[in-house]
């Protein structure tokens, strides 16, 4: 057979850049779990698997009427304890003329003053109670807290949430930056 063919080329000095390969796990900038903040069943899901949402953007919907029933309670405790107020101050209003000529006795006028400080003291725990039913009721609608991009959802309709601890719904992932992160070997690094 003939001589095979070879070529030369001629030795010339240059930078040769070095590439190696790595595997590596690209993670977003920042990611928030959405959780259910209340106990009940879930309803609808607001949104597309996938896709980006806005802050603010109706997610999941629970159900809201056992957490209704509850504010609407709270709401008539608190009208009870504000007409038992009303009651108390009349009668500390009433007496105080009259301790002041001795028509009553003094102990009436300052038991009439403590039990209306004790009915401001349960108007103000109603009130407590009544913001903290309708901010439980706010929570049956689950709203996106940052924008980005939705994952998976995690809960279907018809599934109790909430139960014991927070339940996972779904993540959103901000997308604007992200981190990659890989490892290296020792011998390339050094």
Do not use: W
Request: aromatic content about 6%; glycine content about 6%.
């Amino acid at each position: 057979p003939p001589a095979p063919e070879v070529v030369v080329m001629p030795v010339r000095v240059a930078t040769v850049p070095v590439l190696r390969e790595y595997v590596g796990n690209v993670q977003a900038y920042r990611s928030v779990e959405v959780r259910a903040r209340v106990e009940g069943y879930l309803q609808t899901v607001n949104y597309r698997e996938g896709y980006p949402v806005r802050k603010g953007d109706l997610l999941y919907t629970i159900d809201p009427q056992p957490l209704a029933a509850a504010l609407a309670r709270a709401r008539g405790l608190l009208a009870e304890a504000q007409a038992d107020l009303a009651r108390a101050s009349q009668d500390v209003t009433r007496y105080a003329p009259l301790v002041a000529k001795n028509a009553i006795s003094r102990q009436d006028y300052e038991t009439a003053v403590v039990v209306e400080r004790a009915a401001q003291a349960q108007v103000e725990a109603a009130q407590a109670s009544a913001r903290a039913a309708e901010i439980d009721l706010s929570y049956t609608r689950v709203l996106a807290p940052e924008s980005g991009l939705a994952g998976k959802t995690e809960v279907y309709p018809g599934t109790l949430v909430g139960r014991g601890e927070s339940t996972l719904l779904t993540n959103i992932s901000q997308l604007d930056s992200v981190h990659v992160r890989f490892t290296i070997p020792e011998k390339d690094y050094l």
